[in-house]
């Protein structure tokens, strides 16, 4: 047994002691005896005990029933009635103030325990159902929906601070109205009066969902464009007991989807737009290409042209330059010779000049597919084709490990030719040609770095951007070093076609390096 406060209110002081005597029996604790109505208020304020056995009849100013009530106002403490009269005006008054039991005199311990036990059930369970309740209240009143609660009639019983607002009612207004009072919709479309849901639920005792295009009409006559869902409430037996009703406003809904739909229409109008441009694009580019066929056409009859109509009558003039000098240059004057000499140099130049123009022309209109080449490799093969001229100048050349990459090979090793040779032809007098050839690999910028480094008689990097200009030479026509100026202008023009940048570092007297970068893989000029 439980070891409960009990206090009682008895204003006889023999039953009172006799039932203090029982209580204790049974195991309960007595937490005071009080012989009247207000000596019961003060003791339940300053004692606080857990149920309290009140006599209905008591002396003085204040019965039972009265102390019972103020009792209940103040503090949630059950009260039992203990009384000898169980006329029907008594009862009816002693339930007003919701007792949690009646016991009438005289009685047995037994049925004294039971009562109690059964009251301190009750109670807690009441306070537990009043518990439910609140934190019901709390989360309805919490929640972003509006809802609202009707009895088995349709006649509100609950209304969130949520719906208040959207209707226009408040709770006090709209307590024990029909909800067609308080919630009334129309079809925005057609501005036609709809059936609220809660009689639907009701009725047919299932759940019901409004159908689109709904607008609450709030007490204002403002209309609202909702959503919304009603249930039935379902009592332990299933029995429908009443309906909730459960909306919320979709205007921001609304106008999040119109601006989404205004969005869409405004990207696809720009895509289309877009989509035009870029067809414009691609038909200017296809018209370019075009015309760079022609041009690459053009160029490569150009070809034709220096290689066939305009070499052969060079070599006339200068076969029969040569067969002149022998024939007659014994009796030519000295001024005739001189001529004769400066006509044959000419040619000779013009036939340099045309041959360089067409290695030059050869890098765009003799183009071999790309394929994956060993950079190492395309070194070797150029220095087999300078071996002569290596051997003559007693040049060391030193080669480092090179990356694979995807590049014209042939073009790869005219390339490297080309900067090899530019190293051995201007190097100083006092000490021999040493070329370092290196580079590496950067997986990160998809692209390597090769260099090509000489201590030859370098440049003045001052005229950086006339070193790979065709036909542009450092050093001047009249200079010691041979060449027309060629060799780095098709380097550059071989570095270009392949997506990738030429350059180079020098001081005059210590020597030049050129820097090569290009693409791991060449997409293809």
């Not at 869902?229 to 609304?254: C, N, Q, Y």
Request: charged content about 30%; hydrophobic content about 40%; some cysteine.
């Amino acid at each position: 047994m439980s070891k409960s406060s009990i206090l009682i209110v008895e204003n006889e002081a023999i039953v009172a002691a006799d039932l203090a005597n029982k209580l204790k029996r049974l195991g309960y604790e007595v937490a005071g005896i009080a012989m009247g109505g207000e000596e019961a208020l003060t003791f339940a304020d300053d004692l606080r005990p857990q149920l309290i056995l009140m006599d209905i009849r008591l002396d003085g100013p204040m019965d039972g029933i009265e102390a019972a009530e103020l009792i209940r106002g103040r503090h949630d403490i059950p009260v039992v009635y203990l009384t000898a009269y169980s006329d029907s005006a008594t009862v009816a008054r002693a339930k007003l103030t919701g007792p949690f039991g009646y016991i009438l005199k005289p009685f047995e311990e037994q049925d004294l325990a039971t009562q109690i036990e059964l009251a301190l059930y009750k109670h807690q369970a009441d306070r537990e159902v009043r518990r439910q309740r609140e934190l019901m209240r709390v989360t309805l009143t919490s929640i972003g929906d509006a809802v609202i609660a009707t009895d088995a009639e349709g006649r509100i019983t609950f209304i969130n601070p949520v719906a208040e607002s959207l209707t226009g009612w408040k709770g006090e207004d709209a307590s024990g109205k029909p909800i067609p009072s308080v919630f009334r919709i129309i079809n925005e479309r057609a501005g036609e009066v709809l059936e609220e849901p809660v009689a639907r639920v009701l009725r047919e005792g299932r759940a019901v969902v409004l159908a689109n295009h709904t607008a609450l009409v709030n007490r204002d006559g403002r209309t609202v464009p909702i959503e919304d869902s009603a249930a039935p409430i379902l009592d332990a037996e299933g029995k429908v007991i009443g309906a909730v009703l459960v909306f919320h406003d979709v205007t921001e809904k609304r106008r999040a989807a119109e601006e989404l739909r205004r969005s869409r229409d405004e990207l696809a109008l720009r895509v289309r737009e877009r989509t035009a441009e870029l067809e414009n694009t691609n038909t200017e580019l296809r018209e370019s290409y075009r015309r760079l066929e022609e041009l690459n056409k053009e160029l490569q009859e150009f070809s034709f042209v220096a290689s066939h109509d305009l070499r052969e009558p060079l070599r006339k003039i200068r076969t029969f330059g040569d067969m002149l000098v022998a024939k007659s240059g014994a009796i030519l004057e000295e001024g005739s010779k001189d001529y004769l000499k400066r006509m044959q140099r000419a040619v000779a130049r013009m036939q340099d000049l045309l041959n360089s123009l067409l290695g030059y022309s050869r890098v765009s209109t003799k183009m071999e597919p790309l394929r994956e080449t060993d950079l190492g490799r395309s070194v070797k093969t150029a220095l087999s084709n300078l071996e002569i001229m290596i051997k003559e100048k007693n040049a060391r050349i030193e080669i480092d490990e090179l990356p694979t990459i995807i590049v014209d090979r042939v073009q790869m090793v005219q390339l490297f030719q080309n900067m090899i040779e530019n190293a051995l032809k201007f190097n100083r007098e006092d000490e021999p040609p040493h070329v370092k050839i290196y580079g590496k690999a950067n997986h990160e910028s998809e692209t390597c770095e090769i260099c090509v480094e000489d201590n030859g008689i370098g440049f003045d990097e001052m005229y950086l951007d006339k070193l790979f200009v065709p036909f542009q030479k450092l050093h001047g026509r009249d200079s010691v070093y041979d060449g027309m100026g060629m060799g780095l202008a098709i380097c550059r023009k071989i570095v270009k076609r392949h997506g990738g940048e030429i350059t180079a570092r020098s001081k005059l007297g210590q020597g030049t390096t050129f820097i090569v970068t290009l693409p791991l893989e060449t997409k293809g000029q």
